[in-house]
């Protein structure tokens, strides 16, 4: 469990950051008219949307957060047919940190079997 929270916290703040990258530049060029996108644009733009949705539940919920943040990535690198642009990368790797935290947290042994792993020293008299 100790190695779950710092990717958890890790993951939390880089998929922060990418969005509100995404949201500055959203605001800064404004929203996109929906009836001129094209429909692979559309499609891209929502597999951005549920990347950042990935991030809202990823602050709840890191497993499911990831998860979310790593199909809107998979969605959008096939809409692009490859690598999508460098950015994206931090989106993948917040969503894989909040996807590896997720397991770790889910499978950990029981608190009885750490203490039981772990004995204290014997005190002396």
């Known amino acids: 469990m100790r190695l779950a ?32 996108l094209s429909d692979r644009e559309l499609l891209a733009f929502g597999a951005v949307l549920l990347m950042v949705a990935g991030t809202l539940v990823g602050w709840l919920r890191d497993l499911a957060g990831g998860m979310l943040i790593l199909a809107g ?12 642009p460098l950015p994206f990368a931090v ?19 029981p608190r009885a079997a750490e203490e039981a792993a772990d004995p204290a020293p014997p005190t002396s008299p």
């Open 5 to 36: 929270t710092p990717c958890r916290w890790t993951g939390r703040l880089a998929a922060t950051a990418i969005t509100a990258l995404f949201i500055t530049f959203l605001v800064g060029e404004g929203t996109p008219d929906v009836r001129e």
């Open 73 to 84: 990535y998979s969605a959008f690198a096939a809409i692009e047919k490859g690598w999508p």
């Open 91 to 109: 989106f993948l790797a917040a969503g894989i940190l909040l996807l590896l935290s997720g397991l770790l947290r889910r499978f950990r042994p």
